[in-house]
């Protein structure tokens, strides 16, 4: 048979194509067992996220040399301490040879058998001649034919997917250590006694309201910051109006009259006023403040100025388009600085209260101390 008709009938289409779509096959049945283990084990049958619960103890030293015993819990979830099988198909190597060996080998001899004998006579020698002929004849042919097929597909874990990851970090971002219980030790982690455990009690009330009011405090220092920059930035505003319109003005002037430079005087007076108020815009708010003034407009400590008809400087009033937002952010910082001066007030008292507690000159709460110092003062005379 000729070496070509050796790969006839072979079906190359099914020889590549079958792996590869074994591979696909098992791509989707990959992508479907780690479905099914974010399903199963991630969330629950109501479709929340399922979580473990980790307990801890948590020790904190106290001013008063007291410490609290604080039992933690944080629910993490399940997906984040799990590794997440993600199997695919990275590499799919077909392999196919086919060797085809033939040989033929033809060996001939050819025996024939004759023989001739003759004796001769030399004078005193004799000599004697045998001759013979032979041929063989033999063939010999041999072939090999042999087929190699193979297939190698690589799979590896490619981790987790982006999307789960990202999920998972908005998770991790609401996930924090929740406060059980606590209890009050000593120093040493041992129990107090009752008196002890009285005045630890009230420490500890006194240290949640110094940071409950030291939350609202930031937030209104926040506030403050926020209403004082919309200000300036209100006050920016009108302050490149003014300038737009004096520079087109003193365009109309001849640069080198003495109008001119009286004009330009006048201009530096007003832009001076103006960046006064962004250098110390937090300055005048505590003076307005504190003074107790209630402004109807934009206040006089701000000493804003402006150019009237005759180009001379004169105060700056509601006729300007905006004025009113000047007036209405400048209200809104004082109404800041007002909530934050009675936060200050409230939390210096509480700060006193708890130093006077960790000296030892208060023990109970400044309600029953109150309560305490009436019954303990002398009755007026009218009253017995």
Same mark, same amino acid.
């Given at each position: 048979?000729?070496?070509?008709?050796?790969?006839?009938?072979?079906?190359?289409?099914?020889?590549?194509?079958?792996?590869?779509?074994?591979?696909?096959?098992?791509? *989707?049945?990959?992508?479907?067992?780690?479905?099914?283990?974010?399903n199963?084990?991630?969330?629950?049958?109501?479709?929340?996220?399922?979580?473990?619960?980790?307990?801890?103890?948590?020790r904190?030293?106290?001013?008063?040399?007291?410490?609290?015993?604080?039992?933690?819990?944080?629910?993490?979830?399940?997906?984040?301490i799990?590794?997440?099988?993600?199997?695919?198909?990275?590499?799919?190597?077909?392999?196919?040879?086919?060797?085809?060996?033939?040989?033929?080998?033809?060996?001939?001899?050819?025996?024939?058998?004759?023989?001739?004998?003759?004796?001769?006579?030399?004078?005193?020698?004799?000599?004697?001649?045998?001759?013979?002929?032979?041929?063989?004849?033999?063939?010999?042919?041999?072939?090999?034919?042999?087929?190699?097929?193979?297939?190698?597909?690589?799979?590896?874990?490619?981790?987790?997917p982006?999307g789960?990851?990202?999920?998972?970090?908005?998770?991790?971002?609401?996930?924090?250590?929740?406060?059980?219980?606590?209890?009050?030790?000593?120093?040493?982690?041992?129990?107090?006694?009752?008196?002890?455990?009285?005045?630890?009690?009230? *420490?500890?009330?006194?240290?949640?309201?110094?940071?409950?009011i030291?939350?609202?405090?930031?937030?209104?220092?926040?506030?403050?910051?926020?209403?004082?920059?919309?200000?300036?930035?209100?006050?920016?505003?009108?302050?490149?109006a003014?300038?737009?319109?004096?520079?087109?003005?003193?365009?109309? *002037?001849?640069?080198?009259?003495?109008?001119?430079?009286?004009?330009?005087?006048?201009?530096?007076?007003?832009?001076?006023?103006?960046?006064?108020?962004?250098?110390?815009a937090?300055?005048?708010?505590?003076?307005?403040?504190?003074?107790?003034?209630?402004p109807?407009?934009?206040?006089?400590?701000?000493?804003?100025?402006?150019?009237?008809?005759?180009?001379e400087?004169?105060?700056?009033?509601?006729?300007?388009?905006?004025?009113?937002?000047?007036?209405?952010?400048?209200n809104?910082?004082?109404?800041?600085?007002?909530?934050?001066?009675?936060?200050?007030?409230?939390?210096?008292?509480?700060?006193?209260?708890?130093?006077?507690?960790?000296?030892?000159?208060?023990?109970?709460?400044?309600?029953?101390?109150?309560?305490?110092?009436?019954?303990?003062?002398?009755?007026?005379?009218?009253?017995?």
């Amino acid at each position: 048979m000729a070496i070509a008709e050796q790969f006839a009938g072979l079906q190359m289409d099914q020889l590549i194509g079958a792996p590869l779509r074994a591979a696909a096959d098992a791509s *989707l049945q990959l992508a479907n067992s780690t479905a099914d283990f974010i399903n199963k084990v991630g969330f629950d049958n109501g479709g929340k996220v399922r979580t473990v619960a980790f307990a801890y103890q948590k020790r904190s030293t106290n001013d008063d040399g007291t410490s609290n015993l604080d039992e933690m819990k944080v629910d993490v979830p399940m997906l984040a301490i799990v590794p997440i099988p993600n199997l695919q198909v990275d590499e799919v190597n077909i392999l196919f040879d086919m060797e085809v060996k033939q040989s033929e080998r033809q060996e001939s001899n050819t025996d024939l058998s004759a023989s001739v004998t003759g004796t001769m006579n030399f004078g005193i020698v004799k000599v004697s001649v045998t001759g013979s002929v032979s041929s063989h004849q033999s063939n010999t042919r041999s072939s090999d034919n042999s087929a190699k097929y193979h297939v190698d597909v690589r799979a590896t874990n490619h981790g987790i997917p982006e999307g789960l990851a990202r999920v998972l970090d908005m998770m991790a971002a609401n996930v924090a250590p929740a406060l059980v219980g606590s209890t009050l030790k000593d120093g040493n982690g041992q129990d107090l006694s009752e008196a002890a455990k009285e005045r630890a009690q009230r *420490l500890k009330d006194l240290r949640q309201e110094i940071s409950q009011i030291e939350t609202r405090r930031n937030a209104a220092i926040d506030s403050l910051e926020n209403h004082i920059g919309r200000l300036k930035k209100l006050a920016s505003a009108q302050q490149n109006a003014l300038q737009t319109a004096m520079m087109q003005e003193m365009n109309k *002037l001849d640069k080198d009259s003495e109008v001119a430079t009286t004009y330009s005087q006048n201009m530096d007076k007003v832009n001076q006023s103006w960046n006064n108020l962004q250098n110390q815009a937090a300055d005048i708010i505590r003076m307005i403040t504190d003074s107790g003034e209630k402004p109807g407009g934009v206040s006089v400590l701000f000493a804003l100025k402006e150019l009237d008809s005759k180009k001379e400087v004169v105060d700056y009033d509601s006729k300007q388009s905006g004025y009113s937002g000047i007036a209405q952010a400048q209200n809104s910082a004082v109404n800041a600085q007002t909530s934050l001066d009675q936060i200050e007030e409230e939390y210096a008292k509480k700060k006193s209260e708890y130093s006077d507690a960790i000296s030892g000159k208060s023990t109970t709460a400044p309600a029953t101390s109150g309560q305490n110092q009436n019954q303990n003062q002398p009755q007026n005379p009218g009253q017995q």
